[in-house]
């Protein structure tokens, strides 16, 4: 059995590459739906958000808009994120919205199958855009969550006659799409790779095996093209376990998954390793947060560096890397996996945005003394802006929350199990061999690490639970009343013949924890929330739009001399690390103004420490780091 241990974004990883057991069971869209804080945060985004005024801050073509134009990155990512809020926020306009998207999709498809704004007549008109099957990707995505949400037939079909069109166009072993031998393509067309995201959904709707085949044509071609850009997760590379990732962040991160569903789908060892060194670098690449970082110099590419908490990371490669991980642990299982995931949901994401969901970063780091943008290429991205001149990651920035809510609960692979996956106040609505159970969570997670799970299935029913139990919980009790409990793994298993009003409660027993980031300065989490020391921010507006309050911002210290005292703070004195631990340096106490409905707005927790500046001690906080846009993570001792 082969295995790797790392230490990253706090968590203390233990991967068993036992990849060939059967995969988790992901639900159908719209099972499970928000509640409590994660529902008013989606809600808020989308009501009055920066989300609420993008078509109009930045115009879009078809199939959000009847114009001519349109049907690529940014058309198919808004359109996912309206439809996939909107099915689990409930909220009318955006279902509206959702269907128009819909239907206007399966009115202008061809009789051959396709859909789009360029109709091509052959193979070479196709592979000639470059942007084609990323295109068809991104909108087709969300036509799937519709037709899920619909359960209507007539969208499944024209999903299933589009795919077959682009099967037929490439049968033939000379019709390449990842082409490449002559001329150095653009990302566009290694983005195409995630083609493979919507064969795998119709794979688990239909269990037709032709998904999976060209799958691995795709991937296969992606693998042997040459002069194409961003190619980390080539087999060649990934075989290689000594070459870091070096190229384009959000493809890194979104290629990772392509990978983990193949692994899956074969007995070829070849893939045990890729996903093996995938999951090394990927990881070695994660800053505290879990931000996938990016090099300083090279424009948004990984750069063969280690999770520095002062390299910043893109909102595109955050969204990426939480769906990668999600992926990951529905297709392994490894309840560490999953932490790394809910720390860059509940981190990364967070903190590269207002918490208003007025504005969010084009790229952030941990360590963030200013968000200041310029003019050129490589600074105006670091603003707090509702658009920005490239608007990739605003049409991002409100599809993590849907996806992640969506992955809350999953079933065993033989689909008698429920897994309690990631935590969170939601309900689920499924059904088991027939019988429709309805469990909700009642919960504050993260902030508080108390569960209830109130269970209720429409007759009595015996199934099991099972609760992912996270590595940060020096002590876990769970009242199940008669329930069988048994460790397995990472889990505890409650087994039972279930029935109305039955309860769970779950309390997680956090620890404060201090790790060590790869500039060998210290950080301090709580379970699954990541602490910082914030700055006292402004926010000056260099765009506005007219009659609203929106604008994109310039955020800069309220006091200049803040930074250099910052700078000079370390760790209090202690003996060692885990004298650090013991709850006298460190004191965890909740904000009595805290914000129930929105807990990033005020911070829930506070940790309070004296810090040592200047020989002396100086009494200071440490709140969660998506509470604040200015702040030190990382700290020496």
Request: neutral net charge; glycine residues 6%; contains cysteine.
């Amino acid at each position: 059995m082969l295995k790797i241990i790392l230490i990253c974004v706090g968590v203390v990883f233990q991967l068993s590459l036992l990849i060939a057991q059967t995969p988790m069971k992901a639900l159908t869209f719209g099972e499970i739906k928000p509640q409590g804080w994660i529902y008013n945060q989606m809600l808020r985004d989308i009501s009055s958000g920066n989300s609420s005024y993008l078509e109009l801050m930045r115009p879009l073509g078809a199939p959000i808009t009847k114009s001519d134009k349109g049907y690529g990155e940014f058309e198919g990512n808004f359109a996912d994120c309206v439809i996939r809020n909107a099915i689990l926020t409930g909220y009318k306009p955006w279902l509206d919205k959702a269907k128009n998207i819909a239907d206007f999709l399966l009115e202008n498809q061809d009789e051959k199958g396709y859909i789009g704004r360029k109709r091509p007549n052959n193979f070479k008109e196709l592979a000639e855009n470059e942007i084609e099957l990323w295109s068809q990707c991104c909108f087709l995505r969300a036509f799937l969550a519709y037709h899920e949400y619909s359960k209507e037939q007539k969208y499944l079909n024209a999903i299933i006659s589009s795919v077959d069109l682009m099967i037929q166009t490439f049968g033939s072993p000379e019709n390449r799409y990842f082409i490449g031998e002559t001329s150095m393509e653009g990302g566009a067309r290694a983005h195409g790779l995630m083609y493979i995201d919507v064969l795998e959904k119709l794979y688990q709707l239909t269990r037709n095996k032709k998904y999976v085949d060209f799958a691995f044509r795709l991937y296969e071609d992606y693998s042997i093209a040459l002069n194409l850009k961003n190619v980390d997760n080539q087999k060649s590379y990934l075989l290689d376990p000594n070459v870091p990732f070096f190229h384009h962040a959000p493809h890194v991160a979104e290629h990772a998954r392509v990978v983990y569903w193949l692994a899956t789908m074969t007995n070829n060892p070849e893939y045990k390793v890729m996903v093996k060194n995938n999951l090394s670098k990927f990881m070695a690449a994660l800053s505290p947060s879990g931000g996938l970082i990016t090099d300083e110099k090279i424009l948004e590419s990984v750069g063969g560096k280690n999770g520095s908490p002062d390299l910043r990371y893109e909102y595109c490669s955050i969204l990426e890397s939480s769906l990668s991980f999600e992926s990951a642990f529905q297709k392994f299982g490894q309840p560490e996996i999953a932490e790394v995931a809910e720390t860059i949901v509940f981190n990364a994401a967070q903190a590269a945005r207002l918490s208003n969901g007025k504005a969010n970063a084009y790229c952030s780091k941990d360590n963030q003394f200013e968000a200041v943008g310029t003019a050129d290429n490589s600074t105006f991205r670091f603003q707090y802006a509702a658009c920005h001149r490239i608007p990739c990651c605003v049409f991002n920035v409100n599809r993590i929350m849907p996806y992640y809510v969506a992955n809350m609960w999953m079933k065993t692979g033989d689909g008698k199990a429920l897994v309690a996956a990631f935590y969170g106040p939601s309900v689920l609505n499924t059904s088991i061999a027939g019988t429709q159970i309805e469990i909700s969570q009642k919960t504050l997670y993260p902030f508080e690490n108390e569960i209830e799970l109130h269970i209720n299935p429409e007759k009595e029913k015996k199934f099991d639970i099972l609760l992912r139990i996270p590595s940060w919980s020096a002590d876990t009790r769970i009242e199940a009343g008669n329930a069988k409990q048994v460790k397995e793994n990472g889990y505890v298993r409650l087994a039972k013949k279930w029935k109305k009003g039955d309860s769970v409660k779950i309390r997680f027993t956090p620890r404060i924890e201090i790790r060590t980031a790869n500039n060998n300065e210290f950080y301090v989490r709580r379970g699954a929330l990541l602490y910082a020391l914030g700055l006292e921010n402004k926010l000056v507006a260099t765009k506005e739009w007219t009659g609203t309050d929106f604008a994109n911002y310039d955020v800069t210290l309220a006091n200049t001399d803040d930074v250099n005292i910052f700078r000079e703070y370390k760790f209090p004195k202690a003996q060692n690390i885990k004298a650090y631990t013991d709850s006298t340096v460190f004191v965890y106490k909740t904000n009595p103004e805290a914000s129930l409905k929105f807990p990033y707005d005020k911070p829930y927790g506070n940790i309070y420490t004296n810090f040592l500046y200047k020989g002396k001690d100086v009494k200071d906080t440490l709140v969660p780091i998506g509470s604040v846009v200015l702040r030190r993570v990382t700290f020496p001792d």
